[in-house]
């Protein structure tokens, strides 16, 4: 079957990328979905700055590779032993496939499935096979998914079913923004209602990691980023306070707001300096959840004595420490009742041709969530 797919042979090309152009669109030809595998038309996809960190080559992968991890869809076809699902099932898909016998997935850890984590590293579906071609090329799929095309071949473990009266827009953003950061204050950290939190970094999975503090009944919010109109936004949405981590004093100021510190404080930044302030503005016996993605030869260093006599927590979150069969339905629930308002981290909806300029907008700060919208 034909397909468009932006296709990526070359990471860490110049900004910016409206004249670069790193992704390319082209037509491809997909195979025949096999054995527990699916057919699904694309609906709607998020750009993602784990996108872009393929882009830039501050999360390499293997070329030359379609790109895009969060994604919504309609099953068309399904292979052979795919019986979890019915052609017409809307999906959102999920970054991580979980072969669901693996010893994460049977501690009901499925973010750390190890068959799912070996073949994203290799830039296959979770069967190990690729089913894209471009050119007479074999194509690298990207994390199971590579959501900025018409159509994909997925496993049907990278796949959970969502209601139809879901709009699929706004339901692309549960598999990856809304899993990520809700699941990393929900999930990885534990709030509690009540509790102060921070959360550091006002990205897409940062604000969304906010609303699940609004949800979860977090007393004060503090809202951290370099950016005036990302602070700002982040009051509009619920946040309580806001701060410039760079600003003089400005750990003493959290400290001042939240009667020593923070419960919680939640990094999603991406960024060590951000990982040390969350640290720093966590008080004695918090705990502090890193979901960021640094550069992979980036190191912390701070004081290990104050896991002991300070009772501190440090710990990492992985797709928000999610069961996705579990949590996208409830995050589902909560964003239409209200409880989730994700679609006010939209802000841009573009076509699949202007993915290049949708990408240059991330790396230059001036978007939340863009969403690619297929016909």
């Known amino acids: 079957m034909k397909t468009r797919i932006a296709l990526l042979r070359e990471m860490g090309l110049p900004r910016p990328y409206t004249q670069s152009r790193p992704l390319k669109i082209v037509e491809a030809e997909l195979d025949e979905p096999g054995p527990g595998e699916m057919l699904v038309k694309l609906a709607a996809a998020g750009l993602c700055h784990s996108d872009l960190s393929t882009i830039n080559a501050d999360r390499p992968r293997t070329m030359p590779m379609a790109i895009g991890h969060e994604a919504s869809g309609i099953v068309e076809k399904l292979g052979p032993g795919a019986a979890r699902f019915?052609?017409?099932?809307?999906?959102?898909?999920?970054?991580?496939?979980?072969?669901?016998?693996?010893?994460?997935?049977?501690?009901?850890?499925?973010?750390?499935?190890?068959p799912g984590a070996a073949?994203?590293?290799?830039g296959t579906l979770l069967s190990g096979d690729r089913r894209i071609e471009s050119g007479g090329e074999t194509v690298n799929h990207h994390l199971g998914v590579s959501a900025f095309s018409d159509r994909v071949v997925v496993s049907q473990n990278s796949c959970v079913k969502i209601d139809k009266d879901i709009p699929l827009d706004r339901a692309a953003l549960l598999g990856c923004a809304v899993l990520t950061g809700v699941g990393a204050v929900l999930n990885s950290g534990e709030l509690r209602p009540g509790q102060d939190v921070a959360i550091i970094g006002l990205g897409g999975v940062g604000l969304a990691g906010l609303l699940g503090a609004v949800a979860g009944g977090a007393r004060r919010i503090v809202a951290v980023d370099l950016a005036k109109d990302k602070r700002d936004f982040a009051l509009e949405l619920g946040a309580t306070h806001a701060i410039d981590p760079t600003e003089d004093g400005a750990v003493e100021t959290v400290k001042e707001w939240t009667d020593g510190g923070v419960d919680l404080a939640v990094e999603l930044a991406g960024a060590v300096p951000a990982l040390k302030f969350a640290y720093t503005i966590t008080r004695r016996g918090g705990t502090t959840v890193t979901a960021g993605l640094p550069h992979p030869d980036a190191e912390?260093?701070?004081?290990?004595?104050?896991?002991?006599?300070?009772?501190?927590?440090?710990k990492g979150s992985y797709v928000g420490s999610c069961v996705p069969v579990r949590d996208i339905p409830r995050y589902a629930a909560m964003m239409m009742d209200g409880r989730l308002p994700i679609e006010k981290l939209m802000t841009h909806t573009i076509a699949l041709e202007d993915i290049n300029e949708g990408f240059e907008r991330l790396a230059a700060g001036e978007a939340i969530r863009q969403v690619v919208v297929f016909d």
């Open 119 to 122: 073949a994203n590293g290799a």
């Open 86 to 114: 019915a052609p017409g099932d809307h999906v959102v898909m999920v970054f991580v496939p979980s072969c669901g016998h693996c010893v994460p997935c049977a501690e009901g850890r499925p973010a750390l499935c190890e």
């Open 300 to 314: 912390l260093s701070f004081a290990p004595v104050s896991l002991t006599a300070e009772e501190r927590v440090l």
